[in-house]
């Protein structure tokens, strides 16, 4: 099968950061399903891996996480999809990736697609939806309300990948007023797009933003990038026993400043459930199975935001480059062979 992969990690610049390659079609076992892949998307972790995770010596890693095709073939413990099948998901990271023309998954962390949408809208959803929840819902808890603070959630970077999807959910699933940050005009008529109430400028001094728009001090804040840079802000502009939730890697975190609020903090990383194998796996494939509902109800939209040809491997640098550019909106997706 065809598949695109990188041996030593090396800036995207470089002709061999990602090269095309010929790989056995792999078998399925267990609960695994073989997907034959129709559309992936690229996220930031694609990038953080290519630049800094070498595959053991002599061998090839394949990226990918997002995906949307067919099930062409299951392993003998599959209940819950059968072959032909069209599905969504995003993978595992102790796995080989997307970017191959044949996938094992587990059925677990698996979702219908979407019939609504073809496979490359599809294929932008399943990581990002997966993260936004399961920081919205499992982390936070946005439904519990913190006493006394604006019912409200401030969503730095609203305009990326998981912010995207996370100003839909909050929007339509709960009753919080939507505060999305976004520092380029079209970034913000995106997220006001996708259902913001109010907009501000992470650029300019965040918690004399905040503070401007009269609501009171957000019961939650969902950090999706920058966390470092925009912490102290965070700090002054969170109501005492809020919530702080984050997905990005900074050095180090300092919540000591938190202390005085009584803030707590929370950690978000959707591949921590197929990872450990935990016992309430299966809640991705029954999430996934939620949003795909979701979007055919038209209560939420695809975040595709570019479809950048078909799946190869000078495709995928570019994709790659966008993404480490820090300036895209949405998705960018990738589709055929």
């Known amino acids: 099968m065809r598949a695109i992969a990188y041996q030593t990690p090396q800036p995207i610049t470089a002709e061999t950061a990602l090269v095309d390659i010929e790989l056995p079609t792999p078998e399925p076992l267990g609960r695994d399903l073989l997907v034959e892949i129709k559309a992936v998307s690229v996220n930031p972790v694609d990038t953080k891996l290519r630049g800094k995770a070498p595959p053991?010596?002599?061998?090839?890693?394949?990226?990918?996480?997002?995906?949307?095709?067919?099930?062409?073939?299951?392993?003998?413990?599959?209940?819950?999809?059968?072959?032909?099948?069209?599905?969504?998901?995003?993978?595992?990271?102790?796995?080989?990736?997307?970017?191959?023309?044949?996938?094992?998954?587990?059925?677990?962390?698996?979702?219908?697609?979407?019939?609504?949408?073809?496979?490359?809208?599809?294929?932008?959803?399943?990581?990002?939806?997966?993260?936004?929840?399961?920081?919205?819902?499992?982390?936070?808890?946005?439904r519990d309300g913190v006493p006394g603070a604006a019912n409200a959630i401030l969503i730095i970077g609203g305009a990326g990948g998981v912010g995207s999807i996370a100003v839909q959910l909050a929007r339509s699933l709960t009753d919080l007023t939507v505060i999305a940050t976004a520092s380029r005009p079209e970034t913000a008529a995106w997220v006001k797009e996708l259902g913001a109430h109010h907009v501000v400028d992470h650029s300019k001094p965040l918690a004399a933003e905040?503070?401007?728009?009269?609501?009171?001090?957000?019961?939650?804040?969902?950090?999706?990038?920058?966390?470092?840079?925009?912490?102290?802000?965070?700090?002054?502009?969170?109501?005492?026993?809020g919530r702080f939730g984050l997905i990005d890697d900074p050095a180090t975190l300092d919540v000591m400043p938190f202390k005085r609020k009584a803030?707590?903090?929370?950690?978000?990383?959707?591949?921590?459930?197929?990872?450990?194998?935990?016992?309430?796996?299966?809640?991705?494939?029954?999430?996934?199975?939620?949003?795909?509902?979701?979007?055919?109800?038209g209560t939420i939209r695809t975040t595709l935001a570019e479809t950048l040809g078909t799946i190869n491997a000078e495709n995928l640098r570019k994709a790659h480059a966008l993404i480490e550019s820090g300036r895209t909106r949405g998705k960018l997706v990738l589709e055929g062979f």
Not at 103 to 127: C, N, Q, T
Not at 217 to 224: G, M, N
Not at 276 to 290: G, K, R, S, V, Y
């Open 210 to 241: 905040v503070a401007a728009l009269g609501i009171g001090a957000p019961a939650f804040v969902f950090s999706t990038t920058n966390t470092t840079e925009h912490l102290p802000a965070i700090v002054e502009t969170i109501a005492p026993q």
């Open 56 to 142: 053991p010596e002599g061998e090839w890693r394949v990226l990918g996480f997002d995906a949307a095709g067919i099930v062409k073939a299951v392993g003998p413990d599959v209940t819950l999809f059968k072959p032909g099948d069209a599905v969504f998901y995003a993978g595992s990271i102790d796995r080989p990736g997307t970017n191959a023309e044949f996938h094992l998954v587990d059925e677990r962390i698996v979702g219908r697609k979407p019939a609504s949408l073809d496979f490359a809208a599809a294929a932008a959803l399943p990581l990002t939806a997966i993260t936004a929840w399961e920081m919205l819902f499992d982390r936070l808890k946005v």
């Open 263 to 297: 803030v707590s903090t929370h950690w978000e990383l959707m591949f921590t459930r197929p990872l450990f194998q935990t016992p309430d796996m299966i809640e991705q494939h029954n999430l996934l199975n939620a949003v795909s509902q979701l979007v055919d109800d």
